[in-house]
Structure formats: structure tokens, C-alpha cells
Nanobody, 128 residues
Framework: QVQLVESGGGLVQPGGSLRLSCAAS????????IGWFRQAPGKEREGVSC????????YYANSVKGRFTMSRDNAKNTVYLQINNLKPEDAAVYFC?????????????????????WGQGTQVTVSS
């Protein structure tokens, strides 16, 4: 069974840090483009970061540049999102997504419709 499972969310004070994990089972993340998305209550799902299938391209939304870092560990079949200097506006459910298509082997895009596999999300709450 193909599955993505996010973990690492929680309650953090503004300025704090979290590392989110996205573990895959039933398939390998190698060669898959991976995206991290978030959705706050009443808002549309927003792309925050992605990495291409061959790891040559990593892209960050302007709102998170310099604070979010995405990485992957193929040996663990896991992708990570390091979040630093958390702001209240970062509070949301964070989702990881994967897509094996050749279209995103060298590039990636932050469009939810382009990703085939999705996790169920992990909640990030930012509050003092």
C-alpha cells in the first residue's frame, strides 16, 4: 500500500523551530518530486517548498525563503522540512506530496494538482 506519513508537528512559540518528516512506504521516494504544502483554516492549500526528482532543483515560496529548508534521505525513504523562526502565519496543517512523473524530474512546481501521492498532514500551531 502506497503511503506518505507526516510527523513532527506540534505547538511552538513564535521564533521557534520544528522539523517535519514525511516517510514513504509501499514505494521509494527516489526520483519522485516532493512537495510540502500547508493549509490554514478557511484558506486554500498553499505550496511552500518542493524538490525535483533528481534533486537538482529546490524551490521555496517567498513567504518561507530563508526560514524553511527541505531535504531528503533516500536511505530512510524520508523527506524533511526544517522550519526555523516560526511565525503565527505559519500555523497550518502541513502535507507532503510526491509525484513520479518525468515532468518533475528536473524541475518542480508548487501546484497541488501536479502531485499524485499525498499524506494526511501534521498540525503546526504557533502561539505564545
Amino acid at each position: 500500500q502506497v503511503q506518505l506519513v507526516e510527523s513532527g508537528g506540534g505547538l511552538v512559540q513564535p521564533g521557534g523551530s520544528l522539523r517535519l518528516s514525511c516517510a514513504a512506504s509501499g514505494f521509494t521516494l527516489d526520483d519522485n518530486a516532493i512537495g510540502w504544502f500547508r493549509q490554514a483554516p478557511g484558506k486554500e492549500r498553499e505550496g511552500v517548498s518542493c524538490i525535483s526528482g533528481n534533486n537538482s532543483t529546490t524551490y521555496y515560496a517567498n513567504s518561507v525563503k530563508g526560514r524553511f529548508t527541505m531535504s531528503r534521505d533516500n536511505a530512510k525513504n524520508t523527506v524533511y522540512l526544517q522550519i526555523n523562526n516560526l511565525k503565527p502565519e505559519d500555523a497550518a496543517v502541513y502535507f507532503c506530496a510526491a509525484d513520479p512523473s518525468r515532468l518533475m524530474f528536473k524541475l518542480c512546481v508548487l501546484l497541488p494538482r501536479e502531485y499524485h501521492y499525498w499524506g494526511q498532514g501534521t498540525q503546526v500551531t504557533v502561539s505564545s
